[in-house]
């Protein structure tokens, strides 16, 4: 019977997920996905009951005129399904200072949410823009909106990891500190990996590697997150698609005084040219990047700085373990499917005890979980992540 269903949204940057499901059974009724806003071609693609659906949305398509798509042209022809949302949870990237864990909105935490734009300026402004559009579009359900943030899981982080080595005053007066991100991809699979080990959550040890195109790693220790690669906004740390990731502070000087380039282009070199497309200078997707690794030369040395980089964050993130570590797990799209990558990052790591089974890595893809390292080895798992159906059960806690 269809009931209690949550609808999850996650509207990110350039691109709009949503669903429909019922967080008690897992099942998913509907799910769908707008890429490539603003750009030349917009397409929606849909799945309901299993059947899937396609469509040209138009160019250069705002998030308005996409969720606008999806209320008009996808949710209300599906009446029994739509009928029987009990709940909206909406994917916020950064809660600020002031929210450490999931709340439902209303307007102060609206505000709060306004406020924490600094700190994630790509992200926020358009969890926003689904917020306010879900409200106005389901008004009977206007307080049944919750938000579920990716930073609430590095709440317990430690000073020795969120603060940056600077006058200290920045952080107790301008909360300027790492907050991180992807929290509810690394919560996500945490979990998963501690039912796969059959580990106590709050023994923990694991070291989770989230490779999207946003990509980033946490350090779990019993059960806690301790540290992880993402900073003040979501552009430090490892390589990303269009993220540089760590750099030097002193090359934002050196292209601004040396080269005349403004702080606004500067920016935008970093969060939106930068990362695989900016090294490989064709493709921020690693579907090209994996097919053209043997003869494309450009290609060939991002993927290798995205794995050295990768590899140093994984061996530095296990001296915060207490000399035990449980697993290291693979998500996202990278993770989950690039095998290439699992491969070469683990070689680098093979002295401290990863030792890859080769065809294991091969098979597990494709949404497939499962281990992908031979017996003697620290674990390395692969774990598909479900970031909607935390955001869901997350959700029908609060409006429930
Ligand atoms: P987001 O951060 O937008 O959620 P995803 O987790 O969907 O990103 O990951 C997107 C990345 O994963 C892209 O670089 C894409 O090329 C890569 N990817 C997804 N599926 C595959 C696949 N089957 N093979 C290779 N790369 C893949």
């Known amino acids: 019977m269809l009931n209690n269903l949550i609808f999850v949204l996650n509207c990110g940057s350039s ?23 603003f750009l030349k071609n917009t397409y929606i693609k849909w799945k309901y009951l299993g059947i899937k659906y396609e469509k040209y ?10 969720l606008n798509f999806i209320f008009n042209q996808v949710l209300s022809k599906e009446k029994n399904i739509y009928d029987n949302i009990i709940g909206i949870g909406h994917r916020v990237v950064h809660g600020g200072k002031r929210i450490n864990k999931s709340v439902l909105i209303n307007t102060e935490i609206i ?30 359900l206007s307080n049944k909106n919750v938000a579920v943030f990716d930073t609430s899981f590095y709440q317990k982080m430690p000073k020795t990891s969120f ?22 991809s690394h919560n996500y699979v945490s979990n998963q990996a501690s039912i796969m080990l059959n580990k106590d959550f709050n023994s923990l040890n694991i070291i989770t ?30 390589v990303m698609g269009t993220r540089s990731g760590d750099i030097d502070p002193s090359v934002i000087f050196f292209m601004h005084q040396q080269l005349g380039i403004s702080i606004n282009t500067i920016n935008t070199i970093l969060t939106k040219e930068s990362g695989l497309l ?63 990558i699992r491969q070469i990052t ?3 790591l093979c002295l401290i005890g990863f030792k890859i089974d080769i065809e294991k890595n091969l098979s597990v893809k494709n949404g497939k979980s499962g281990l ?17 159906l935390l955001i869901a059960q997350e959700t029908m806690k609060i409006v429930s």
Do not use: W
Request: some cysteine; charged content about 15%.
């Open 163 to 184: 603060l940056y080595a600077i006058p200290y005053i920045f952080y107790k007066k301008y909360h300027i500190r790492r907050y991180g991100a992807h929290g509810i």
């Open 209 to 238: 590697c989230h490779l999207g195109n946003g990509s980033s790693i946490s350090a779990i220790r019993n059960g806690v997150c301790v540290d992880t690669s993402m900073g003040l906004t979501p552009l430090e740390g490892l």
């Open 111 to 140: 505000s709060f949410i306004e406020k924490a734009i600094p700190f994630a300026p790509l992200h926020n402004p358009a969890n926003l823009i689904g917020i306010k559009m879900v409200m106005e579009k389901l008004p009977l």
């Open 15 to 37: 691109s709009i997920k949503f669903s429909i499901l019922n967080p008690n059974t897992k099942k998913k009724y509907l799910s769908g996905l707008v890429e490539c806003l």
């Open 278 to 340: 900016g090294l490989s200078g064709i493709s921020s997707d690693f579907r090209y990047l994996e097919k053209n690794y043997s003869t494309n030369e450009k290609a060939k040395l991002s993927v290798d700085i995205f794995c050295h980089r990768l590899s140093k964050y994984i061996a530095s993130y296990m001296c915060l373990m207490d000399n035990s570590l449980d697993a290291v797990v693979f998500t996202g799209g990278i993770g989950e499917n690039v095998s290439l």
């Open 57 to 66: 949305i138009g160019s250069h398509v705002s998030h308005q005129d996409a």
């Open 346 to 348: 683990l070689s680098k």
């Open 372 to 388: 992908i390292t031979i017996n003697n080895s620290i674990p390395v798992l692969v774990i598909p992540t479900n970031e909607e």
